[in-house]
Each structure stands twice: as C-alpha cells, then as structure tokens.
C-alpha cells in the first residue's frame, strides 16, 4: 500500500468520517469488509467494459501490472476475441513479467519486452490499456513510464485507455493525502557507489488530455470529478 493509491486514502478518510476514531474494532472492520466488496465489484464492472473494446484480431498494449486490465484481457478471450498482448518488464520490480506469465498461462498470445522497447513497438497496436492508482483533477497516476508510453502513443496514433473506479478519484480536497514517496535505491541495483543519487520512484502523472477515455464502473469518466468521485 502507497499514500499515492486513491482507494487507501478513501478507505482512510471514510473510517474517520463515518466511523470515527473512537469506534470499536468491529465496527472499522465491517466498514472496511464493506468498502472493499464495494471496490471488488466495481473493479469487475470496469474489467467488463475493458474487455469490450479490446479489438478483435488487433494488439494491445499494457504496461504494469493492473488487475483490471488482466482481467479485461482474460474477459476478452472468454468472449472468443482474438488478439494479442504486448507488455513490458516494468522494472524495477519486474511485475510486468508476472503479469505476462498470467495472461500467456491463460491462453492469450503475449509478448514480453524491455521497457524501452515499447517506443517502437506502440505504432503496432490498436490499443493501450492501463490502469491507474489515482485519478486527480488533470492528471492519472500509475507506474512510472506511463506517461513517457502514452505521448509515444499519442505520436502514433494509437489511442490510450485508463481502467479505473470511482473509488481511484481525488478531488482537490484529498490532495494532502496524496504523496508519490521515493523507494529504495538498491531496488535499481543492489551495489552502487553511496556517493551516487538514485531516484526510484514507482509512480508519474499523465495529463488527463492523453488519454482517449478513462472507464469506470459506471462507463466513461465525465471530466467534473465532482459529479464521480466517491461520497
């Protein structure tokens, strides 16, 4: 868990409002066993549309390795499409790769490359589908390279689709809840010169602009996050 994955910071806030501080344990776990059977049924919802625009005999590209965008995949091929799966390594922890292995152990046709692959590799899809871990007023927050993939795909025509849920909304009052935190360097590289600056950070900011539709539960994101984001 990261203060940058919007559905914490909900989660979070919606025991302190609606529970309180002084609440019995019994009453923060329902409040939570809720929320997150809420979250798991809008996940599903937005899957279902996922893998209704994946493209019949096209490609789609992914990066990461968001749930829903796996599950719109495994949707898609239960459905009878037929269609490929571009996705990158994702370092530097590599869940891009156990995300390969998933979709390949289910039968869909995946290709598995080096992140810096994916500048020559978009102009082959039809699609990129990603997923997100916030949405803010102008940008979606996801794996860090998203935003460099998504004006690659914008340069070739192919357009960007965000998986989300209503529950990954931020308006402006949650955003001092909301930080993007460093990680370890040795997740770069186990032996570095100490005198060496290393940034590893998992996530970056893509302006809502690039993206050609961000889905949620309930479809299409209407972009006045007051009207969408959670209660």
């Known amino acids: ?37 809420q979250f798991d049924r809008h996940l599903e919802e937005v899957a279902h549309h996922g893998g209704e625009i994946i493209p019949d005999h096209g490609i789609v590209m992914t990066y990461s390795a968001s749930g829903s965008v796996g599950q719109a995949c495994v949707n898609a091929f239960k459905a009878g499409k037929k269609f490929k799966v571009l996705i990158s390594e994702a370092r530097p922890i590599n869940e891009g790769i156990e995300m390969a292995r998933r979709l390949i152990d289910t039968g869909i046709p995946t290709t598995l490359m080096t992140d810096a692959a994916l500048a020559n590799a978009v102009a082959t899809a039809q699609l990129v589908l990603v997923g997100c871990d916030a949405i803010l007023p102008n940008t979606v927050v996801n794996k860090t390279g998203t935003y460099a993939l998504a004006l690659l795909a914008k340069l070739a025509h192919v357009p960007v689709v965000c998986l989300g849920t209503s529950e990954k909304i931020l308006s402006e009052t949650h955003l001092d809840s909301f930080k993007i935190i460093p990680h370890p360097a040795r997740e770069i590289s186990p032996e570095l010169p100490q005198a060496l600056k290393v940034e590893n950070v998992y996530f970056d900011q893509t302006p809502l602009p690039l993206f050609h539709t961000i889905l949620l539960e309930t479809g299409p994101m209407t972009m006045d996050l007051t009207e969408t984001r959670p209660a």
């Open 1 to 37: 868990a990261h203060p940058s994955m919007a559905a914490l910071i909900h989660l979070c806030g919606g025991i302190l409002q609606r529970v309180g501080v002084t609440a019995a344990i019994d009453e923060i776990v329902y409040f939570s066993a809720t929320f997150g059977e």
